[in-house]
């Protein structure tokens, strides 16, 4: 069994009478990418600043490399890696010069890459940081975290304003790091499709509770959208299936969308049904799950 | 660490400090009249240097904030860095101050003055008001650091908070008091001035460590 | 060794590298008892998670196509035919009658099927009697 490297139970942050999260239990092992996603004010950046020790929690635990992080001593506040998108170092400082300046927080300070990322992000020769431009000012902030050694990276869309090669290069560094021993990735972005190829795991939040959380694999083996031609009852696929959605297209047509497909049951509850002509059932990536979970629409039906 | 620290926090006190010590020990230097520890002018000054030095010391902005608190560096440490760069930079106007004097630089500006070189011993009594005014400044400042951040809603704090505030008006009330007695009364400042010298590192002490406990659990909203 | 994941099809990573890499076995791309990529390496090529990686190479050896050896590395099953012929029959009578229901559903008839099995199987063919063939 893997380290735990982030520990929640029912973690909840209220703010006067807005529940931002809402028992939230979460678990990050060693060697884990996690895809932290959510619509714009799901409560994924309170969460995120409740696992860095920047808010406190209003119930439930949180515990990172072990510890509270509003307890953690000098050397495991160095474990940790944070870029945020809010983030900015003082202005004054050329990329070169914060690299300089933040290395002296982190003893396992890799200047190697530090070198490298300063060329492939072009950074070398350009101004202070207040002249950078959005991207130019994202790359280094990304930089800086990613030559910590961390043992823990932790990125609030950190890509955001990020042109391709750049977020090819950064997602090449993050799977470098994952691929250390006992490290862990959290990592929380819309740009999904980057994160289809990079995260091993999802958690899903809306408005602050847990929707979905588990293994990417596993959830694009069963996640399945199913379009019926003839009529399909609900109760009729709840009975055999963990259903999502619902919704009579037209007169005749149903769709469907289930969280466990299998073959076998789809084949056998088609030939009862609707005939296996009349079905069809499409896989999904992670931007078709996302917004099929995520859409406030009155197909959804509760999740089990 | 602390080298990076210090990088950062230089490169926003600076240009104020600067300012403010130019002001300071131009007055000590250029002011006609005898220097005295009933100064309330040097008082003024220092206390708002003090205060404005505190406040710009431990500001951020939003963003760079959440950049500071994300280091490998515990907040205390950082609180300490801080508090001792404050520190250091009100000794070292004190001691300018007193080198200015002392060196009898005001005795060659004003050699046709009515007061020669015998005055120069006493004018180290501006360094009272300056030193007391200064460390009140600062200490209302850390105070006030509670207040800001103390402020977001939060119900727990808000009785913390209803107590500072009486004891911030009774701090303020009382240096007002203290330093009202003090100006009119020059020959038998001295007294006043231990007593004085007294309350005010006490004002020191608990509003150091309400800042410091404040610092240690504020939110980040960034 | 490379193979292309397609991201927008919404299969599993898992499920097209373990076909991409029997592929390359039964074509012999893939020579037995050759190393394959350590995980790292996989990693860094396809540019996927290593979690992802180790689950393709689980995969792999659980169904025999390759061996895990401790402290080693991966390295493609020396002898390929390690069942009798009637089990290997059973072994893929699902896959086959899946992909023959398809087909009847799509209006495909039994010479149309014929065709498209002797296409694939010579194109197989094909690529294991090319002389070149290395496994990278």
């Known amino acids: 069994m893997n380290r735990t490297i982030i520990q929640t139970e029912q973690l909840t942050k209220r703010f006067g009478e807005k529940i931002a999260v809402d028992g939230l239990d ?10 932290f996603l959510g619509a714009n004010g799901a409560g994924k950046t309170t969460t995120i600043r409740m696992l860095m020790g920047h808010l406190h929690p209003t119930g439930g635990t949180v515990e990172v490399l072990g510890s509270d992080p509003w307890q953690q001593n000098q050397s495991q506040r160095q474990k940790t890696a944070y870029v945020s998108e809010n983030m900015d170092i003082p202005g004054y400082l050329t990329p070169a010069a914060a690299i300089k300046l933040n290395r002296r927080f982190y003893p396992d300070w890799d200047q190697a890459l530090a070198e490298k990322l300063l ?22 902030c990304i930089l800086l975290a990613l030559c910590q050694n961390a043992e823990l990276l932790i990125m609030d869309e950190p890509a955001s304003g990020l042109d391709v090669t750049a977020r090819r ?3 090449r560094q993050v799977l470098e790091i994952a691929c250390n021993e006992g490290t862990a990735v959290f990592l929380s972005s819309h740009l999904l499709s980057d994160l289809e190829r990079t995260v091993d795991r999802v958690t899903l939040l809306d408005e602050g509770r847990l929707i979905l959380n588990g293994h990417l694999e596993d959830f694009k083996v069963g996640i399945r959208k199913i379009h019926f031609d003839v009529p399909v009852s609900l109760e009729q696929i709840a009975e055999q299936f963990k259903v999502i959605r619902y919704k009579k297209a037209s007169e005749v047509e149903t769709v469907v969308t289930v969280l466990d497909y299998d073959e076998q049951r789809f084949d056998a509850f088609a030939a009862e049904h609707s005939g296996t002509e009349n079905a069809r059932c499409y896989p999904m990536n992670l931007e078709d799950m996302f917004v099929e979970l995520t859409r406030k629409s009155e197909a959804k039906v509760q999740l089990p | 660490m602390n080298k990076s620290i210090l990088q950062i926090e230089l490169r926003k006190i600076l240009p104020f400090y600067i300012t403010a010590l130019v002001v300071i020990i131009s007055y000590v230097l250029f002011w006609p009249k005898p220097l005295m520890a009933g100064d309330g002018i040097i008082a003024t000054a220092g206390f708002l240097q003090g205060f404005i030095i505190t406040w710009i010391v431990f500001r951020d902005a939003p963003a760079v904030e959440c950049f500071l608190f994300s280091r490998g560096i515990t907040r205390q440490r950082l609180f300490w860095n801080r508090w001792w760069l404050v520190a250091v930079l009100m000794i070292l106007m004190l001691i300018i101050a007193a080198a200015v004097i002392s060196a009898g630089l005001r005795c060659l500006i004003f050699v046709n003055g009515p007061w020669h070189p015998m005055v120069k011993w006493y004018e180290l009594n501006i360094l009272w008001p300056l030193g007391l005014a200064s460390v009140a400044g600062v ?9 800001d ?11 913390i908070r209803r107590v500072w505030k009486y004891i911030l008006l009774v701090a303020a009330v009382g240096s007002a008091v203290l330093l009202g007695r003090v100006i009119p009364h020059m020959e038998i400042a001295i007294d006043y001035l231990l007593i004085a010298s007294f309350y005010v590192a006490g004002l020191l002490i608990l509003s150091t460590a309400t800042a410091r406990s404040c610092f240690l659990n504020m939110e980040i909203h960034t | 060794m490379y193979i292309h994941i397609d991201y927008n099809s919404g299969k599993p990573i898992l499920h097209q590298a373990v076909e991409q890499i029997k592929w390359q076995v039964v074509s012999g791309k893939l020579l037995p008892g050759s190393k394959l990529p350590s995980i790292r390496e996989m990693s860094r090529t396809l540019q996927i998670n290593p979690t992802t990686v180790v689950r393709i190479y689980k995969e792999l050896a659980h169904q025999g196509v390759i061996v895990l050896r401790q402290g080693q590395g991966a390295f493609v099953s020396e002898s390929s035919q ?34 498209l099995m002797n296409e694939e199987y010579h194109k197989i063919k094909a690529n294991q009697d090319e002389p070149d063939n290395h496994s990278d």
């Open chain 2, 139 to 147: 200490s209302v400042r850390l105070f006030l650091l509670l207040r």
């Open chain 1, 169 to 171: 290069t950064f997602i």
């Open chain 3, 82 to 115: 390690k069942q009798s012929k009637p089990e290997a029959v059973e072994a893929i009578r699902d896959s086959v009658r899946a992909a023959l229901v398809e087909g009847l559903r799509l209006g495909l008839e039994k010479d149309d099927l014929d065709t």
């Open chain 2, 149 to 159: 951040r103390f402020l977001k809603p939060d119900k727990m704090l808000s009785t």
């Open chain 1, 26 to 35: 979460l678990r990050v092992e060693a060697g884990s990418i996690l895809g």
């Open chain 1, 119 to 140: 060329e492939e992000f072009e950074l070398r020769s350009v101004g202070a940081y207040r002249s950078l431009s959005k991207g130019q000012k994202r790359k280094t």
